[in-house]
């Protein structure tokens, strides 16, 4: 299943339930009503989604810093360097988002410990094992409402031979 | 965090069931009722540690293939007020303060965006470059080159004593 052939239902359902999901006892069951189909429905459309890889999970997103303490950190490492560099850094348990990005600065990773001097002890052994300096960017302010994300389908929607102009996901 | 709190979370990390009844399968799991994970997980959501509830979409799969961290040098005593109209953008998904490490670093405030193209991703960060106007002193868009690691955070069901090594 491609982006391409999503349903409007399928569309509804990856934009308008990002927060406020129902905490009742037949949460499905409420977004059935909103979608006008019916419970199994909404459950077998979740699970295609879900294999199709195009929803993540359903469920809750935590805040940072409530449950263990994380940073956002990053390392500046030539390129003939970087694979050897990523392998050190993605064999850290506590790493659970790892970016190369185009920039001197080039490696960008989140690293969640127990506690902030568990975490400074895991980014003095990586800067030892890889022989390069991590910078360690911790939040300080958070300045955005977590509503989860546009996916930017306009309204009305248009019939489904015309449902997604083929551009729209190149 | 008490001991069902911090069950629940880890119950429920890799998602709700699928199934008609899922708070009370997770109730089940931990031995509590759907009554009490509903409760304990609203008061998550009015305290704050769960930011919401909901589908979680794959943006990437989605189409959203350019993802720029845009990085913004800004006066600190003006980065509350900045900040904030930054974060209120509907195509931010994350806006932060942060450390800068001089020289190396002079950016202290980051913002996340996300496009189905660069050109999408250069024009919105246009937007906050006129937003925040004289105020900016630097600023660098980091577009991403390749996901090296993806994983959700991850609670372990009971405590674990520190690791060993890396």
């Not at chain 1, 006892?25 to 979608?35: D, I, M």
Request: glycine share 6%; hydrophobic share 35%; net charge negative.
């Amino acid at each position: 299943m491609k982006s391409n052939e999503l349903s409007l239902h399928d569309r509804r359902l990856l934009n308008e339930f990002q927060h406020n999901f129902p905490l009742s006892s037949r949460p499905y069951a409420e977004l059935a009503e909103r979608l006008e189909i019916s419970e199994s429905e909404v459950i077998t459309q979740i699970e295609r989604l879900q294999s199709a890889g195009l929803i993540s999970r359903v469920g809750a997103v935590i805040q940072p810093h409530t449950i263990g303490y994380s940073t956002l950190a990053a390392m500046a490492v030539p390129q003939p360097e970087v694979e050897s560099v990523v392998e050190i850094i993605n064999q850290i348990p506590q790493v659970n988002h790892n970016y190369e990005r185009e920039n001197e600065m080039n490696l960008w990773f989140v690293v969640t410990a127990e506690d902030e001097q568990h975490l400074d002890q895991i980014l003095a052994q990586l800067e030892q094992e890889s022989r390069y300096s991590v910078y360690s960017f911790p939040m300080e302010r958070d300045f955005h409402i977590d509503l989860g994300f546009n996916l930017d389908w306009k309204h009305p929607y248009t019939p489904p031979s015309k449902l997604v102009h083929p551009a729209a996901f190149s | 965090m008490d001991e069902i709190n911090r069950k629940i979370i880890a119950a429920t990390q890799n998602g709700l069931p699928l199934t008609p009844h899922p708070y009370s399968e997770v109730g089940n799991q931990i031995g509590v009722t759907a009554e009490v994970v509903m409760d304990r997980m609203q008061e998550m959501l009015d305290n704050g540690i769960i930011r919401r509830i909901g589908i979680i979409p794959n943006h990437y799969k989605l189409g959203f293939k350019s993802n720029g961290m845009t990085v913004w040098d800004v006066p600190d005593d003006q980065i509350d007020q900045l900040g904030e109209a930054v974060g209120q953008l509907e195509f931010v998904s994350h806006c932060y303060q942060r450390p800068r490490h001089l020289p190396d670093w002079p950016y202290n405030l980051f913002a996340m965006v996300h496009g189905k193209t660069r050109n999408e991703v250069f024009t919105k960060t246009e937007e906050i470059r006129t937003l925040l106007g004289d105020a900016v002193q630097a600023y660098e868009i980091l577009f991403s080159k390749q996901i090296l690691k993806k994983s959700g955070f991850r609670l372990q069901q009971t405590p674990q004593p520190p690791k060993e090594g890396l």
